[in-house]
């Protein structure tokens, strides 16, 4: 079974311009999150989708993070403008809707705003 | 915000030691799951417990938990040097008809040849 495919795996802006990044989930699975996991950190869950639509957005910073799941398969999630602090590796992962409760991950796009 | 904190934060054994790193969190859960992270790269689960469960199994894993305390431990016996790597615990927390995952602060740690 395919994994779940991030892209781009690195990623450098400065700061006050715009990234996107793009994540495919494994084929079949219906929740979709972003984590924001900061060197050092845990990941921090950003937002968090079921099929097509939005269950969790509460620690997304909605000024300048956007993100959207069109088809409830492929998703990306958009930084416009970027801030330093916004440097960190972003995180996909994806479950199968119901019982199954383990979390399938990407290799995540490391992102350094100077 | 972060719903586990991890102790220790950093953990240095030998090869073949027994390694143990302890997660508490704030809040009702439904299930508790680690997972591993090796350098750059994503996460990886290595094993579940629901929140009836006191201790499960899984090759050279071991995880308890105490609902009552608010804390898990996950303990890797004879350890490895391919077992250096960041662990983090999850807590799953079932909201609005899906779980919601959040994240502890992670132990880093490293095996020693």
């Known amino acids: 079974e395919a994994g779940v495919a991030q892209s781009p795996r690195y990623k450098i802006i400065e700061k006050r311009q715009s990234v996107a990044f793009w994540c495919n989930p494994i084929?079949?699975?219906?929740?979709l999150y972003w984590y924001q996991q900061i060197l050092g950190q845990g990941p921090k869950l950003l937002i968090q989708?079921?099929?097509?639509?939005?269950?969790?957005d509460s620690q997304l910073p909605k000024d300048r993070f956007s993100a959207e799941r069109l088809k409830g398969v492929d998703s990306t999630l958009k930084i416009q403008p970027a801030k330093l602090e916004d440097s960190a590796v972003y995180l996909c992962a994806s479950r199968v809707q119901g019982d199954r409760e383990k979390l399938f991950f990407g290799s995540g796009t490391q992102l350094s705003v100077l | 915000s972060q719903q586990g904190e991890e102790d220790p934060q950093a953990l240095s054994i030998q090869e073949g030691e027994n390694a143990t790193m302890n997660c508490s969190y704030k809040t009702s859960i439904n299930n508790l799951q680690w997972y591993r992270q090796n350098s750059g790269r994503g996460l990886v689960h290595l094993i579940l417990?629901?929140?009836?469960?006191r201790e499960k199994h899984s090759g050279r894993l071991r995880v308890t938990l105490d609902t009552s305390k608010k804390s898990s431990s996950l303990l890797i016996t004879a350890s490895r040097a391919a077992d250096t790597a960041s662990y983090f615990c999850?807590?799953?927390?079932?909201?609005?008809?899906?779980?919601?995952?959040?994240f502890g602060t992670g132990t880093r740690l490293k095996v020693l040849a």
């Open positions: 417990i629901r929140s009836n469960e």
């Open positions: 989708f079921q099929n097509n639509g939005v269950v969790d």
């Open positions: 999850a807590t799953g927390l079932l909201s609005s008809g899906t779980y919601k995952y959040i």
């Open positions: 084929s079949g699975h219906a929740t």
